[in-house]
Structures are given as C-alpha cells and as structure tokens.
C-alpha cells in the first residue's frame, strides 16, 4: 500500500488578520479600551482550522515588507497605492505574533522578502522532504508555487484549488501565473502591465506559445495567430515590452531568499494550558475565545448528541458577540462565515481598498433575486443575492456587464465582485441611483452603438441565463440555425414538459421547419446584445444618463433586442427615432419582431405559467400565416 504523502499547511497570515479587523466590530477592545477586532477575529480563524484540519506541520507567515521588499527597489511605485495600515492593526499584528507563539505555532517574516516568497520558499524546500504543500490564501499570486500534490486553498469560502484546478480558475497553467499577471497587470500591487490586454487576451497568448519569453520570442507571428485583433495585440507587444519584462520580475516569487527551512521549524510545538491562558487574558481576549482554544489544543471531544443548555447558551452568546455563525465550533467539520464578512473581503480583493462595511438595506423589484444597498466605507454598492446554486448565474451576469461595458454611450453599473458563501451567492456591482429624467433618444442612440460592437460568430463563450432559465449560447456561423436549436427549439421542450397545449408544440414545429424564409433578403450581423431588455432593465440615473441592467448577453442579430423593448412597452417613439436614424431597421423587422419575441413569451410560460401559452399560440399562428 502506498504511503499517505505528510502534509504541510502554509498561511497566509495578513489576509486573514486584515479580513479580521474590517468585518469584526471596532468596539470589540481589551481591559484598557484598546481595539483587539483583528486579533479576536484572527484567534477564531485559527481555532477553526485547527480544529478542522489538527495538523502536525504548519507556518503561520506575516507580511512586514509593505515599503522595504526587493520589489520597491526594482520599482519604487510598487504598492504605492496601498494605505500604511492603521495604528491600531499594527499592534494587533504584534499581538497576533504572541498569540501564534503561545498556540505552538511556527511562524515566519522578513523586511525584505513578502509573505509569497517566504511561502515559496517554505513551500519548495519541504516539497523536497516529501510534503505535500497546503497554502491557506486567496491571494490568486499564490497559484504559480502549485505543484502536483499541492494546494491553494481559500479557507474562508471553503474553496479548493488543486493543481489541476488553477487552469479553470484563473484560465491558465500554474506554472503560467506569473507571466499571466505580467501581461495583465496587477491593479492591486500597483504592477502596470501591458495596456489594452486583458485576462482572457494574456490567457490565449499563453495558450499559444507557452511563456512569456517564447511569446516575445515569436512576436512576428501574433499577427497570425488567429487570435481575435491579433495585429493589434502584437503592436501593443511591441510597444510595451519593457513594462512586460518589469512586470514580470514583480509577479514572480522568489523561492530562494537564503532561508534553510527543516521539518523541526515547522512542527508544531506542545502548548502549555496556563501559559496559553496567560497570554489570552494579557491580550484581553474573551473567556470564551479562552476556552474555545484550550478545547481545540487540548482535542476535546465535541459531543455529536443532544446539546445541553449550557452549551447552546455560549453558543448564541458568541454567535451574537462576533456576528457570525460558529456552528463549526460544535460539530467540528463545518466551517461557516459570515456572508458579509465574505462580501467585504471580496470588494476589498478586488478594489485594493480596506473599509468597513457599514450599513444595508433592502432594494424591491425583483423576482428572481433579492437585492441590497451596501456602504462600503464611502462607496455604495447593489448586491444581489440568491442560493449557492445559483453562483454561476451571477458570474454569467458579471461577465456580462465586462461586456457591455464596451458600449461608452451607456452608463452599465460596473461589477465588482461575485462568489458563493454557504447556502448563498451573490453579486456585487457599482450602486446607480436611478430615477432621473433622461432623454430616450439617449438611450436609442446609445443601443445603437452597442449593437455597432460585433464578432464573427453568433452566441457567446459561455451559457447564462434568462431569468433564471438556462440560456445556451453554443457559437454558431448560422444564425437562422443558432436561433432555431438555441432559442425556440430549447423554449419548446421546455414548454412541452411543462404541460403546455400540444397544439402550441406542433404548430412550433411547423415554424421551425419555414422561419427561415423570413431571412431570404436578409443577413443579420453578431451584434452584443443585452438579451433581456424589456421596460424593467432599463432607466436613467439622477443625472440623467441611460442605463441598462440585468443582461442575458449573447451575440445575435440585433433586431432581437429591439423587438423585446416593443413587447411590453416603456421606450417612447423618440427612442425609436434614434435609433433607426443610427441604424435604419429592415422593412422586414414587422414580422421578425414576432418571431424574436416569441422566444420570451415562451420563457415567461415556462417561468410562470398562465396565459402565456394561449399568447405564444397566437403568435406562432400570426408568423405562420405570414409565411403561407
């Protein structure tokens, strides 16, 4: 039989304090009124890991570098655009320091060398002792050191990235991370990148020529490479290879910085009770923390049977005292988190920023999810919410929203982040304050111009949905054929096993055999479409400029979005003006408009029922006398 490979587990140790100090309550101080957020917030982290996992060899690795690392002196603007922490995060990083101390931990820092690199290094040097290596992070920079056996696992959202996982995550091979981030950039380190070249450009061009060395190596034959606007990326390969070859010496971690790393340095050392305690009270940590940690060094068994008063009484008091869940702290194997303790570490990754998150409220209006306003620090946000089922759908409509985001003339709310936390998933996306008079033709003209923004094929790289029904958008170089399997085809079915007249389905059948004589003298173009853009998704703001929201994206011919803005009213006649005065509509939209629409009325029978399908027979029997 096979030996179990040892496993090593590295922590990323500041993402963890700092997720701490801005989603735990600031009043939360010690015996002389000083603040202890991050340190309490830190000392329940650590708890449930160690609980969770009890490991044998661990490194607890703190990030002191933020202005002395190597990098700034390669490129002094490095960071510059993060904030010195706080006065008061600095001390409780001094005071979480003392707490790993007294909990046995192993823990490791340097003025020169980052978290990453001293992680790196931990990680290449037990890897050789036969470790399997664990990194506790989020930090996607971390990917790069996974190796066969090794992962990054995001031990707040409970997300797991094993090696063979990190292409579908970031799009890209570990070993391709660094040179992927130096493409990109990194708005978060300050590092610049290449301009005009995004996630899914640099993932191509990795995809095609394996490194960023062999990519400058064969720059001659970008242009060829079938990548879309190829000629344009190789000029902006040639134009900005110095700020690639830069970014590339900061996205990379340094696995060497002259540290010798030995099993011993990251055993776990054997805690003494009193002493532990000692330095809970010295640090004015809660009797409960105290206790909490004793049980998890000490394994106390937790009792899987009835859970007496007592128990269920410290329980709720926790559970009020820190603002999240601790179920995991009874049964042993659960890890919950707070959903908005999650919401504000994700908004933090993804804007740089560090801010409490400070007031909510409910938003009305919609039937698929539900929706809230948050402060941010200064900065308010729209959230929408749903089960954890529905994940991807949000990271459809986020990818959507990049997506229209094309079109300047309209003002798309900009997303920000989306994700999963125990039974729910969200969205985050920049807060519009919406109920302005604005002009229609605006927002005709504007439509316009996102239609004006096409590709070669019809659909999208990926399915979304319409309402919440699966929308598949399987690329496609027919239209007629796209709409056809995709759209009524998908919609019929649908409709058929949801008890619909079979008449509606056999006279859909009929149609679909003879639409196609509706595009004889007619050849649409890809143009980006919102998909879904009745009265309801659009408006204006309080400064008066057209938006548009909750997309079902795809590429299609652009009639389609047009018909949907007839079929339940809410444009006005000068929208309509605007836009044919920026793209005159084909004399034979009259009838297609039907046919675009039908797609809808189906939808919303298979959503809600009713009378739709009696409308939707009506439908099909109008185009069906069009076509003889």
Same mark, same amino acid.
């Given at each position: 039989?096979?030996r179990?490979r040892?496993?090593?587990?590295?922590?990323?140790?500041?993402i963890y304090?700092f997720?701490a100090?801005f989603s735990v309550p600031?009043?939360?101080t010690?015996a002389a009124?000083?603040p202890?957020?991050a340190?309490?917030?830190?000392?329940?982290?650590?708890a449930?890991?160690l609980?969770?996992?009890n490991?044998a060899?661990v490194?607890?690795v703190f990030? $002191?570098?933020?202005?002395?690392?190597?990098?700034?002196d390669?490129?002094p603007a490095?960071?510059a655009?993060?904030?010195t922490?706080p006065e008061?995060?600095?001390q409780?990083?001094v005071w979480?320091?003392?707490?790993?101390?007294s909990?046995g931990?192993?823990?490791f820092s340097?003025d020169?060398?980052e978290?990453d690199d001293l992680?790196g290094?931990?990680?290449a040097?037990?890897?050789?002792?036969?470790?399997?290596?664990?990194?506790l992070?989020a930090?996607?920079d971390l990917a790069?050191?996974v190796?066969?056996?090794?992962?990054?696992?995001?031990?707040v959202?409970n997300?797991k990235?094993?090696h063979a996982?990190?292409?579908?995550?970031?799009?890209?091979?570990?070993?391709?991370?660094a040179d992927w981030?130096?493409?990109?950039g990194d708005?978060?380190?300050?590092i610049?990148?290449?301009?005009?070249?995004?996630?899914?450009?640099?993932a191509?061009?990795?995809?095609?020529?394996g490194?960023l060395d062999q990519?400058y190596a064969n720059l001659d034959?970008?242009a060829?490479?079938?990548?879309?606007? +190829?000629?344009?990326?190789?000029?902006?390969?040639?134009?900005h290879?110095?700020?690639a070859?830069?970014?590339r010496r900061?996205?990379?971690?340094?696995?060497?910085?002259?540290?010798?790393v030995?099993?011993r340095d990251v055993?776990?050392?054997?805690?003494?009770?009193?002493?532990?305690?000692?330095?809970?009270k010295?640090l004015g940590?809660?009797?409960?923390?105290?206790?909490?940690?004793?049980?998890?060094i000490?394994?106390?068994?937790?009792s899987?049977?009835?859970i007496?008063v007592?128990?269920?009484?410290v329980f709720?008091?926790?559970?009020?005292?820190?603002?999240r869940?601790?179920?995991c702290?009874?049964?042993?194997n659960?890890?919950?988190m707070?959903l908005w303790n999650?919401?504000?570490a994700d908004?933090? +990754?993804?804007?740089?920023?560090q801010a409490?998150l400070?007031q909510?409220?409910?938003?009305?209006?919609?039937?698929?999810?539900q929706?809230?306003?948050?402060?941010y620090?200064?900065t308010?946000y729209f959230?929408?919410?749903?089960?954890a089922t529905?994940?991807?759908?949000?990271a459809?409509?986020?990818?959507?929203?990049q997506a229209?985001r094309?079109?300047? +003339?309209l003002?798309?709310?900009k997303?920000?982040?989306y994700g999963?936390d125990?039974?729910s998933a969200y969205?985050v996306m920049?807060?519009?304050?919406?109920?302005?008079h604005?002009?229609?033709a605006a927002?005709?003209?504007?439509?316009a111009?996102?239609?004006?923004?096409?590709?070669?094929q !019809?659909?999208?790289?990926r399915?979304?949905?319409?309402?919440?029904?699966l929308q598949?958008?399987?690329?496609s170089?027919?239209?007629?054929g796209f709409y056809?399997?995709?759209?009524l085809?998908?919609q019929?079915?649908?409709?058929?096993?949801?008890?619909c007249?079979?008449?509606l389905?056999?006279?859909g059948?009929?149609?679909m055999?003879?639409?196609?004589?509706?595009?004889?003298?007619y050849?649409p173009?890809?143009s980006l479409l919102?998909?879904?853009?009745?009265?309801?998704?659009?408006?204006y703001?309080?400064d008066?400029e057209?938006t548009?929201?909750?997309?079902?994206?795809?590429y299609g011919?652009?009639?389609?979005?047009?018909a949907?803005?007839?079929?339940?009213?809410? !444009?006005?006649?000068n929208f309509?003006t605007?836009y044919?005065?920026a793209?005159?509509?084909?004399?034979?939209?009259?009838i297609?408009k039907t046919?675009?629409n039908?797609?809808?009325?189906?939808?919303?029978?298979n959503?809600f029922g009713?009378?739709?399908?009696s409308?939707?027979?009506?439908?099909?029997?109008s185009l069906?006398? $069009?076509?003889?």
């Amino acid at each position: 039989m096979a030996r179990t490979r040892r496993r090593v587990y590295l922590i990323d140790a500041s993402i963890y304090i700092f997720r701490a100090y801005f989603s735990v309550p600031d009043d939360v101080t010690n015996a002389a009124g000083e603040p202890i957020n991050a340190l309490h917030g830190f000392a329940g982290f650590l708890a449930g890991f160690l609980q969770e996992v009890n490991p044998a060899h661990v490194a607890v690795v703190f990030d $002191e570098s933020l202005t002395t690392s190597f990098r700034n002196d390669i490129y002094p603007a490095y960071k510059a655009n993060r904030e010195t922490p706080p006065e008061d995060l600095k001390q409780q990083f001094v005071w979480c320091r003392r707490l790993i101390e007294s909990l046995g931990l192993p823990g490791f820092s340097s003025d020169r060398f980052e978290a990453d690199d001293l992680i790196g290094t931990l990680a290449a040097q037990l890897r050789n002792k036969g470790f399997g290596v664990v990194i506790l992070s989020a930090d996607k920079d971390l990917a790069q050191l996974v190796e066969a056996g090794d992962m990054v696992w995001d031990y707040v959202r409970n997300r797991k990235h094993r090696h063979a996982d990190i292409k579908k995550w970031l799009g890209v091979e570990a070993h391709q991370v660094a040179d992927w981030l130096a493409l990109t950039g990194d708005t978060v380190d300050n590092i610049p990148g290449i301009p005009g070249i995004g996630a899914k450009t640099a993932a191509a061009l990795l995809e095609a020529f394996g490194s960023l060395d062999q990519l400058y190596a064969n720059l001659d034959a970008v242009a060829g490479s079938g990548l879309r606007g +190829a000629a344009r990326v190789q000029k902006l390969l040639e134009m900005h290879e110095d700020k690639a070859r830069l970014a590339r010496r900061l996205t990379g971690i340094t696995v060497d910085p002259g540290i010798q790393v030995g099993i011993r340095d990251v055993q776990r050392r054997k805690v003494n009770d009193n002493e532990l305690t000692a330095v809970c009270k010295e640090l004015g940590l809660g009797r409960m923390t105290q206790q909490r940690l004793l049980r998890v060094i000490n394994r106390y068994p937790v009792s899987h049977g009835k859970i007496s008063v007592s128990r269920l009484c410290v329980f709720v008091r926790e559970w009020i005292f820190t603002g999240r869940c601790v179920l995991c702290h009874l049964y042993g194997n659960i890890h919950m988190m707070s959903l908005w303790n999650t919401i504000a570490a994700d908004i933090a +990754a993804a804007t740089g920023t560090q801010a409490k998150l400070r007031q909510r409220g409910s938003v009305g209006g919609g039937c698929i999810n539900q929706a809230q306003r948050i402060d941010y620090g200064d900065t308010r946000y729209f959230v929408k919410l749903n089960t954890a089922t529905r994940v991807d759908m949000f990271a459809a409509e986020f990818e959507g929203l990049q997506a229209l985001r094309q079109c300047a +003339a309209l003002h798309i709310p900009k997303p920000v982040c989306y994700g999963a936390d125990g039974d729910s998933a969200y969205i985050v996306m920049e807060n519009l304050e919406l109920g302005g008079h604005g002009d229609p033709a605006a927002l005709g003209e504007g439509l316009a111009g996102l239609h004006r923004v096409t590709q070669s094929q !019809f659909g999208w790289h990926r399915d979304n949905t319409i309402g919440s029904t699966l929308q598949v958008n399987t690329l496609s170089d027919d239209w007629v054929g796209f709409y056809r399997e995709y759209r009524l085809q998908f919609q019929f079915a649908l409709a058929a096993r949801h008890g619909c007249p079979g008449s509606l389905v056999s006279q859909g059948e009929r149609l679909m055999d003879d639409f196609h004589i509706l595009f004889d003298s007619y050849t649409p173009e890809a143009s980006l479409l919102h998909g879904d853009l009745w009265s309801g998704n659009h408006a204006y703001t309080s400064d008066g400029e057209p938006t548009i929201f909750d997309p079902a994206v795809y590429y299609g011919d652009h009639e389609a979005d047009l018909a949907m803005t007839e079929l339940f009213g809410g !444009f006005g006649r000068n929208f309509y003006t605007a836009y044919n005065n920026a793209w005159p509509i084909d004399p034979g939209y009259k009838i297609r408009k039907t046919l675009y629409n039908l797609y809808h009325i189906l939808n919303h029978f298979n959503l809600f029922g009713g009378s739709y399908a009696s409308q939707a027979e009506d439908m099909v029997e109008s185009l069906l006398s $069009e076509l003889g």
